[in-house]
């Protein structure tokens, strides 16, 4: 059964920095599509940031050009650099893995967040608190 288990949250000031880490387990995980998404208390989960098989990126408008996503297959870890930030990038974050040959991008990570309640699709993992005062 596949894990994954973010870790690399905190609290930060805005216009700082933080990097999330997303540690894979028990999968070739370079089999998977991956992605990053983030809830508020109360609210749906949303699909921020993609990467497929071949290490090409998506990314939600609200955090392009200031979130940039990366994977290292070999450690079985993906990654999530967060600069800009900004006090409404408060949030739980989550990772997302699904094993797929197929599009990877962010329709396909957005369904991930739409479907994580149901737990029938995909992977994610229990989340990292992310908190920018302002």
């Known amino acids: 059964h596949l894990h994954v288990l973010e870790s690399g949250g905190g609290s930060v000031q805005s216009g700082g920095s933080l990097t999330l880490s997303c540690k894979g387990s028990?999968?070739?995980?370079?089999?998977?599509?991956l992605g990053w998404g983030r809830q508020v208390a109360g609210q749906s989960r949303e699909g921020i940031a993609g990467i497929d098989r071949n290490g090409v990126t998506t990314y939600e408008d609200s955090v392009k050009g200031r979130f940039f996503v990366s994977r290292d297959n070999g450690k079985s870890t993906m990654y999530l650099q967060m600069n800009s930030l900004k006090p409404e990038d408060t949030a739980t974050y989550y990772c997302a893995a699904l094993k797929t040959s197929g599009r990877c991008d962010m329709s396909t990570i957005q369904t991930l967040a739409l479907r994580a309640p149901r737990g029938d699709y995909g992977y994610w993992g229990q989340g990292t608190q992310v908190t920018v005062s302002s």
């Open positions: 028990q999968m070739p995980f370079d089999e998977y599509c």
